[in-house]
Nanobody, 120 residues
Framework: VQLVESGGGSVQAGRSLRLSCVVS???????VAWFRQAPGKEREGVAA??????TKDYADFARGRFTISRDASKMYLQMDTLNTNDTGVYYC??????????????????WGQGTQVTVS
């Protein structure tokens, strides 16, 4: 199983970025989520989406600015109105044969390598 993120980069505050994550394996059976880790801080949940793409959850800081979605083979995180607090490494995570994992780190077995997001 491999998860590969893309779409990170450096942007000015107020701008947008869209992260993507390709998930190998039986993606349709996996609940997936985005996490992030800022320098010196613990990894935290950003957004999660269930199998089927209907049920979603967001961290308070993400709600209203970020949108998680998925299609047949990828998951996405649209991030709007970015601010400097959004700087960090963003990771996608997946757990197969599980309909929902919410924003719990321990719910996910498979992780991507991370993509850097820098907001200035």
């Amino acid at each position: 199983v491999q998860l590969v993120e893309s779409g990170g980069g450096s942007v000015q505050a107020g701008r947008s970025l869209r992260l993507s994550c390709v998930v190998s394996g039986s993606f349709g059976s996996a609940c997936v989520a985005w996490f992030r880790q800022a320098p010196g801080k613990e990894r935290e949940g950003v957004a999660a989406i269930a199998v089927g793409g209907i049920t979603k959850d967001y961290a308070d800081f993400a709600r209203g600015r970020f949108t998680i979605s998925r299609d047949a083979s990828k998951m996405y995180l649209q991030m709007d109105t970015l601010n400097t607090n959004d700087t960090g490494v963003y990771y996608c995570a997946a757990e197969f044969n599980r309909p929902w994992g919410a924003l719990q780190r321990r719910a996910y077995t498979y992780w991507g390598q991370g993509t850097q997001v820098t907001v200035s």
